[in-house]
């Protein structure tokens, strides 16, 4: 072959890979100017958790609005009522922020009875923005006892996470949306109410995500103390009966932690092997206890399980706050908690229990932690 007919092939077959290059260039551009517009066309935000009534507040027992938000976006806000815009918190540093599901924390002080309307604005890093609205009624009204709560069509309110309602052999049962399980799943079953209560419920676990995961029912559900301008809260006050895998066994815990301060705890263990797939009964009792003058001492809770098919256990499983971790006197609500756990919960009893006298031996005492 002469160096012409060589340097024509060459040629040729430069071109060609050129053409190719500039079809692929053009290819890409393309797929990306699609790809964007597809994106422009999706959600930034949705509402998956905003009940039509929330029942009654405590001080840090908030309305929590759920929130599924698109990874493109870079900034959330909401306002109430016309009010000043707050910032969504997007702290990943805040082990409650699970992304894609954000919260908005409302406080009892930022509810108005009846009528209450919310405005939520996402930002995305594509400069496009969605606007969503939508309005919610607060019910201050004393909570009545006793209650039941089954699962079939009811409007679900988180604290934090996605939740469903699923039915199973004729029963309606709750559990966080597969997925979206993680850290401290909280759904609520009441409102606020004081005094002691006795909750049952059954529960099937499917899988424990970690080593130390769990779930249970908080008997007593306080919310997040912190400062109320902090969003996401960073504190918590419970008590909690519950399986933990790291003890691998079922817990009275009662804890208290205000905002970023040290959590105080006090507990009682027992093992306990909760089978996959089978059904459990929960029976959690809390009692206010009161000293002799009748003012308020402390609060006790005690629990037992037991799997379906079983004979229902006489030993119970106690504790008490002043051993470690005092609680405020006041009104909390009773809700589910999922820890890193697939898990199911049955439709759920709440009775009120009379107050009782603390034993005269009893004394507070400082917590594991220290006092809060």
């Not at 309005?135 to 089954?150: A, G, K, R």
């Not at 049962?173 to 606020?192: C, H, N, T």
């Not at 691998?248 to 027992?270: C, E, F, H, M, W």
């Not at 697939?342 to 034993?359: D, K, N, S, Y």
Request: one cysteine or more; a negative charge.
């Amino acid at each position: 072959m002469s160096g012409s007919d060589r340097s024509s092939t060459e040629l040729g077959t430069g071109t060609a890979w050129t053409r190719r290059i500039k079809a692929f260039a053009v290819l890409a551009v393309a797929a990306g100017a699609i790809t964007c517009l597809w994106l422009l066309t999706q959600p930034l935000v949705q509402i998956v958790h905003m009940p039509q009534t929330y029942p009654r507040r405590a001080e840090y027992f908030s309305a929590n609005v759920s929130i599924l938000l698109h990874e493109l976006v870079y900034e959330t806000r909401y306002r109430l009522d016309g009010g000043a815009w707050k910032t969504v918190s997007r702290d990943e540093s805040n082990f409650r922020l699970h992304p894609p599901i954000s919260t908005i924390e409302i406080p009892k002080r930022d509810l108005k009875v009846g009528k209450n309307r919310i405005v939520i604005e996402a930002f995305g890093w594509l400069g496009n923005s969605q606007r969503v609205e939508g309005s919610f009624d607060y019910d201050p009204s004393p909570i009545e006892l006793p209650m039941s709560v089954e699962w079939k069509d009811r409007d679900l309110e988180a604290q934090d996470g996605y939740w469903e309602a699923i039915e199973s052999d004729g029963t309606w049962w709750v559990r966080p949306k597969p997925g979206f399980e993680g850290y401290d799943r909280i759904l609520v079953v009441s409102g606020a109410f004081a005094g002691g209560r006795r909750v049952t419920t059954e529960v099937i676990l499917r899988e424990l995500q970690a080593w130390d995961g769990g779930f249970g029912v908080l008997a007593l559900w306080g919310g997040h103390p912190d400062d109320l301008d902090h969003t996401l809260r960073r504190g918590w006050s419970y008590a909690l009966s519950w399986y933990w895998g790291r003890l691998q066994g079922i817990g009275s815990d009662i804890s208290y932690k205000d905002g970023p301060g040290t959590p105080v705890l006090a507990n009682a263990y027992r093992a306990y092997d909760p089978e996959l797939g089978k059904r459990h009964h929960i029976v959690v009792e809390v009692f206010e206890e009161l000293n002799p003058d009748g003012t308020h001492f402390g609060y006790r809770q005690r629990t037992k399980w037991w799997p379906e098919g079983s004979e229902e256990p006489d030993v119970w499983v106690d504790a008490r706050d002043v051993y470690g971790s005092p609680l405020p006197e006041g009104e909390f609500s009773v809700a589910l908690l999922s820890f890193w756990a697939r898990v199911e919960f049955g439709p759920v009893h709440i009775e009120p229990l009379a107050p009782i006298r603390a034993p005269a031996a009893l004394e507070p005492v400082a917590g594991k932690f220290g006092k809060p």
